[in-house]
């Protein structure tokens, strides 16, 4: 079979061999990066990123001249595995249903991604992409939770800070890791911090 012989999605002619090969030993670093940081290494090295992809160390820096390059690619792989969960339709009709959906979903979302979150937040400091990313995040769980709330609670800013709180990825952290509880003991608590908010909703 020729070298030249499929183009690559999103193209409009063939690629070489060489080009193909180029893909493929970038798309391998990217996995190792993400592999290594889910395992619990979450400030790999490029030298342990090339070992894990099994390359050497000069050809991690043809492909990512800098680690922020990588935790680029890393960011857009883990945006493409959540945002279809995050921009599904709920099936809740109102708010309160789909604040609760929400909590369920921002569970499952916040455990996958918590290792390479918390890899991101111990480099951001030194990395402006790194920030704006984190920044980035930020600015996406408000604006989704703003957009289930209905305005007579959107008037109400100490309880919108206070769910967004809630729902943070901050707050998931802290429960998962610095207080060691299980999924299901977060969720629990997760729960019951939403149902107090909602008691003092309605009693308002």
């Known amino acids: ?47 342990r990123v090339a070992e894990s992809a099994g390359v050497g160390l000069r050809t991690v820096f043809r492909h990512f001249d800098e ?18 969960v995050v921009l599904k339709p709920y099936e809740a009709s109102d708010w309160r249903g789909r604040l609760r959906e929400m909590t369920d979903r921002r569970a499952a979302i916040y455990e996958t991604i918590m290792p390479y979150r918390v890899s991101a937040s111990i480099k951001r400091f030194s990395s402006q992409f790194l920030m704006q990313n984190y920044q980035r995040n930020l600015q996406l769980e408000r604006t989704s939770l703003v957009a289930v709330l209905p305005q007579t609670i959107l008037d109400d800013a100490p309880v919108v800070s206070a769910l967004e709180a809630t729902l943070s990825f901050q707050c998931w952290r802290r429960l998962r890791h610095d207080q060691a509880l299980t999924v299901d003991e977060a969720r629990a608590v997760i729960g019951t911090l939403l149902d107090a908010l909602l008691a003092r909703i309605d009693a308002a």
Do not use: N, W
Not at 11 to 35: E, M, Q
Not at 71 to 78: D, G
């Open 1 to 47: 079979m020729s070298s030249q012989a499929m183009p690559r999605p999103g193209t409009s002619g063939p690629i070489d061999g060489r080009h193909a090969r180029s893909i493929a030993t970038r798309d391998k670093i990217v996995t190792a990066l993400l592999r290594l940081v889910r395992e619990g290494d979450v400030s790999p090295s490029a030298a």
């Open 67 to 84: 680690m922020d390059t990588l935790y680029r690619e890393m960011s857009s792989a883990i945006e493409a595995q959540v945002m279809p």
